[in-house]
Every structure is written in C-alpha cells, then in structure tokens.
C-alpha cells in the first residue's frame, strides 16, 4: 500500500529531517548510502564528499 503525502506533509518531511538514505544501483546488486541535506521549500541541495574508492561518483 502506497501514500502520497500533501505538499505539507512533504515540506515538513524534509524541513525537518535533514538526512536520508540515497538507494541506487549498480546494475546487478543494490545498495545505499545516508545522505544530508539541506531543503530551502523549492529545492534539495546535496553535499557529496567522497574518496577515489566512492560508489557516489560512478
């Protein structure tokens, strides 16, 4: 069962939060990675930091 949240209930999500988990693939296997963030009521804004070895990048 799904629920679609209001533009309020979304905006209050992520004002509120700040973090979450980014889920992605490689193709074969899934994986995630927690991310911060900052939400100004318009836009994400996402800081990636990451090292040579950083699945983030790819």
């Known amino acids: 069962?799904?629920?679609e949240l209001s533009r309020t209930e979304s905006d209050t999500l992520l004002f509120?939060?700040?973090v979450?988990?980014?889920a992605l693939t490689d193709?074969?296997?899934a994986y995630s990675i927690p991310?911060?963030?900052g939400?100004?009521?318009e836009?994400?804004?996402f800081q990636?930091?990451?090292t040579p070895e950083s699945k983030k990048m790819c």
């Open 43 to 45: 836009t994400l804004y």
């Open 35 to 37: 991310e911060s963030f």
């Open 48 to 50: 990636f930091v990451y």
């Open 20 to 22: 979450g988990v980014l």
């Open 1 to 3: 069962m799904t629920t």
């Open 39 to 41: 939400y100004d009521g």
């Open 16 to 18: 509120e939060s700040g």
């Open 27 to 29: 193709g074969t296997e």
